[in-house]
């Protein structure tokens, strides 16, 4: 590769990134295209190709295409996949901002990502988001571009090949080789121009994988190998199995308990302060959740009570079973049908009609009442016999 020109050093590269990105990173491709693209560097930048006063206007036609090496090698060197990740990362991001430099000299950055390289990356989600989705166009500009670049040299060199089959050619003529400087600058700008989309991509990936795990790595020195051995695996699996072993002996042998009806007892059951062989009469207090030690003992001070109210429900617990409640609702019934029952006797009795009997000056009240009420009843029936139903509206109907 020492005798090998700059130009065909570069193609090889070239070709070795395309086939390595495209299908599974070959290790031993990864390694050759590196040494390609590094002895590719190191030959721009003896020949001094580019300066830090040039834009891309003042750069060759021929010379464009060697500001993707530092892109390519970027690419190349974060498919390593042996060594030290972190240092690896590190490496690859280096040759992503040394490419980015060198396109910001030679004022091929979009001003967008300017502005945001400069103000040290977008503020909010939303403004990031409308980054990625203007930097997403921008690529699929750039993709579409080079695909109708490439069908129109296609063609061309079809039409080329019909013409020289059809025309014989005469003795000193020479082919004349399409070589469009305009449209390969344009080729090559274009392609600058994905590489730059491409690369505030990796970027971004590249910087987010690092910080995930360098925080691995240091939560790990931190922690220690906390990991199991294979042997304590093994060890555990055989306990495991031999337990389920055991309690599939014990259950073909063991008599199952008498089922738990009330749910009162079987709380109580479950939380230690009953068992299931006792008795019980569905007489129970209203259920406490909490430490056995504290619901079941008697609570002394302000910190034992609170504790034993921790596990309290959120809604307020029954202060009677069922059963109670029946009964407390039959004595209620009880009692409504005894008051009502005096209630008649008193009303039936002698003493209550007595009581009711009409005092000296209350029955000529009452007719009194009486006479005035009739005579109120004469004058609107004299008056309504006067004045029959609808006699005052006979100008508002038709026939009227």
Not at 144 to 158: A, N
Not at 234 to 258: G, S
Not at 316 to 328: C, N, Q, Y
Not at 385 to 394: F, L
Request: negative net charge; glycine residues 4%.
């Amino acid at each position: 590769m020492e005798d090998v020109p700059l130009p065909a050093v570069f193609e090889q590269a070239r070709k070795i990134h395309s086939s390595a990105t495209e299908s599974n990173a070959d290790q031993e491709l990864v390694r050759k295209g590196l040494e390609a693209l590094e002895k590719c560097e190191h030959m721009v930048n003896k020949l001094g190709l580019f300066s830090t006063n040039e834009t891309k206007d003042d750069v060759s036609t021929t010379n464009l295409k060697y500001l993707l090496v530092p892109f390519y090698l970027a690419e190349l060197t974060e498919k390593v996949s042996q060594g030290d990740r972190i240092q690896i990362l590190r490496a690859s991001q280096a040759k992503l901002k040394e490419f980015m430099s060198f396109c910001e000299a030679m004022e091929l950055v979009p001003e967008d990502e300017l502005e945001t390289s400069t103000q040290g990356g977008p503020n909010s989600l939303v403004d990031r988001r409308a980054r990625k989705i203007a930097r997403f166009k921008r690529q699929r500009a750039a993709e579409m571009k080079l695909l109708e670049i490439k069908e129109r040299k296609e063609r061309r060199r079809r039409s080329s090949k019909a013409a020289a089959l059809s025309t014989p050619i005469e003795a000193g003529e020479e082919d004349v080789l399409d070589d469009d400087g305009e449209e390969e600058r344009e080729a090559w700008v274009t392609t600058i121009s994905l590489a730059i989309c491409k690369a505030f991509d990796l970027l971004e990936m590249l910087k987010k994988e690092e910080e995930m795990l360098s925080a691995i790595k240091e939560k790990q020195s931190k922690e220690g190998d906390k990991e199991l051995s294979q042997d304590g695996l093994d060890d555990r699996t055989k306990r495991a199995e031999a337990w389920h072993r055991d309690a599939a002996i014990r259950a073909q042998y063991t008599k199952p308990a008498e089922p738990i009806t009330c749910a009162t007892f079987a709380q109580d059951v479950i939380e230690g302060r009953a068992k299931v062989s006792q008795a019980h009469d569905h007489k129970h207090q209203p259920l406490l959740f909490g430490p056995a030690s504290l619901v079941g003992g008697s609570l002394t001070s302000e910190r034992e009570r609170m504790a034993a109210q921790v596990f309290q429900p959120s809604y307020r617990l029954p202060t009677m079973s069922i059963e109670e409640a029946g009964l407390k609702e039959m004595e209620m019934m009880n009692n409504w049908q005894e008051r009502n029952a005096r209630l008649m006797e008193e009303a039936n009795s002698s003493w209550y009609k007595d009581n009711r009997k009409p005092k000296p000056g209350e029955g000529e009240e009452d007719d009194e009442d009486d006479d005035a009420a009739q005579d109120k009843a004469r004058a609107w029936d004299d008056w309504k016999d006067d004045n029959p139903r609808g006699a005052g509206n006979k100008k508002l109907t038709p026939c009227g």
